[in-house]
């Protein structure tokens, strides 16, 4: 039996821009931090030294069939462009993802032959907290 979960059933939320609909894919660039050189003449070896320095907690982008209605997700992406707020992704199997952050990026493409899609990238600001599935 595989381990793996299907992400059919997923969602993302914003605490100002509420559920985001037709969301059809996802993906959370995780947490990077930087590398702080702190070699010095003394180092052993000619060996560099490094120390963990300033993490960043990544972004999410998302893609979604586009919906121009005046309840469509355009004008919910739109209309929350650079506001600060909680985002929460929720997993099937009721894990979940969440971080402070904003939308800063927003394209929109529209293929002669295909549907209209949008990809979003929200930059997280705080500090990201996963939550596994309860017991």
Request: net charge negative; charged share 15%; hydrophobic share 40%.
């Amino acid at each position: 039996m595989s381990d793996a979960t299907l992400g059919h059933s997923s969602s993302l939320a914003g605490s100002v821009a509420g559920t985001i609909g037709n969301v059809y894919n996802l993906s959370i660039q995780g947490q990077t931090g930087d590398i702080v050189d702190v070699s010095t003449w003394d180092s052993t070896d000619k060996w560099k030294e490094k120390i963990a320095g300033m993490k960043d907690p990544g972004t999410i982008t998302f893609s979604v069939n586009y919906d121009g209605s005046a309840s469509g997700v355009a004008n919910a992406i739109y209309a929350n462009f650079q506001v600060s707020q909680n985002w929460t992704v929720t997993f099937p199997d009721t894990s979940t993802y969440f971080v402070a952050g904003f939308i800063n990026d927003n394209t929109i493409t529209a293929p002669v032959g295909d549907k209209i899609t949008q990809d979003v990238t929200i930059v997280a600001t705080g500090v990201p907290v996963f939550t596994d599935v309860a017991p």
